[in-house]
Nanobody, 125 residues
Framework: VQLQASGGGMAQAGGSLRLSCAASELTVGDYGMGWFRQAPGKEREFVAAISRADRISYADDFEGRFIISRENAKNTLYLQMNSLKPEDTAVYYC????????????????????WGQGTLVTVSS
């Protein structure tokens, strides 16, 4: 199983980026999928998740700014990030898990079985 995250880079405050997470040897539609991030010196934190039932959850800081989605035909998870802030600078990780609840998005790291390698997002002021 491989999750390949991409789309990171540099953006100015107020700008947008779209992250992608291409999956191999698993079907994103059959898994709860999520995005986490980790800033330097900080713990990994939850960003957004979509359950196997397509229910979505966002951490409070990202509600209204970020949009999680998946395209089953491309077997890819996305994170559209808008209104970026310098404090959004971090390495962003995608993750997949299919244990536990079918309906509820997975919001903690231990609920996930597979992780991508991360993609760095840097937002300048």
């Amino acid at each position: 199983v491989q999750l390949q995250a991409s789309g990171g880079g540099m953006a100015q405050a107020g700008g947008s980026l779209r992250l992608s997470c291409a999956a191999s040897e698993l079907t994103v539609g059959d898994y709860g999928m999520g995005w986490f991030r980790q800033a330097p010196g900080k713990e990994r934190e939850f960003v957004a998740a979509i359950s196997r039932a397509d229910r979505i959850s966002y951490a409070d800081d990202f509600e209204g700014r970020f949009i999680i989605s998946r395209e089953n035909a491309k077997n890819t998870l996305y994170l559209q990030m808008n209104s970026l802030k310098p404090e959004d600078t971090a390495v962003y990780y995608c993750a997949a898990g299919n244990s536990g609840s079918y309906y509820h998005p997975k919001v903690v790291p231990y609920e996930y079985d597979y992780w991508g390698q991360g993609t760095l997002v840097t937002v300048s002021s």
